[in-house]
């Protein structure tokens, strides 16, 4: 089955850190540029960040820039998103996605990527 699976959500506190990882299941994610999604309650889908296949380029949201890393493991089939200095505006429903396309299309979510992971919930609080 072709998937993309995310783990590593979870409740933290404000200034805290959670890393987040999409896992590629059924195809070679090498070849793909990978994005963060992120909704919140009420909200539209936003990119946060996204990555290209070789991991050399990488954009991110002005509201994540200088707090979030995202890195890719081609060997593990895996992309993480290392999410520091945590908000409450960060909490919501976490989800990458993969698509054969450049990384500033792909954040931008005007496109339909090839496939979407099933969300990891992330909750800022204390």
């Known amino acids: 089955q072709l998937q993309l699976v995310e783990s590593g959500g979870g409740l933290v506190q404000p200034g805290g850190s959670l890393r987040l990882s999409c896992a590629a299941s059924?195809?070679?994610?090498?070849?793909?540029?990978i994005g963060w999604f992120r909704q919140a309650p009420g909200k539209e889908r936003e990119g946060v960040s996204c990555?290209?296949?070789?991991?050399?380029?990488?954009n991110y949201a002005d509201s994540v820039k200088g707090r979030f890393t995202i890195s890719r493991d081609n060997a593990k089939n895996t992309v993480y998103l290392q999410m520091n200095s945590l908000k409450p505006a960060d909490t919501a429903v976490y989800y990458c996605?993969?698509?054969?396309?450049?990384?500033?299309?792909?954040?931008?979510?005007?496109?339909?990527?090839?496939?979407w992971g099933q969300g990891t919930q992330v909750t800022v609080s204390s």
């Open positions: 996605a993969a698509d054969r396309i450049d990384i500033a299309t792909l954040c931008s979510g005007t496109t339909k990527p090839d496939y």
């Open positions: 059924g195809f070679i994610l090498k070849y793909y540029a």
């Open positions: 990555i290209s296949s070789s991991g050399g380029s990488t």
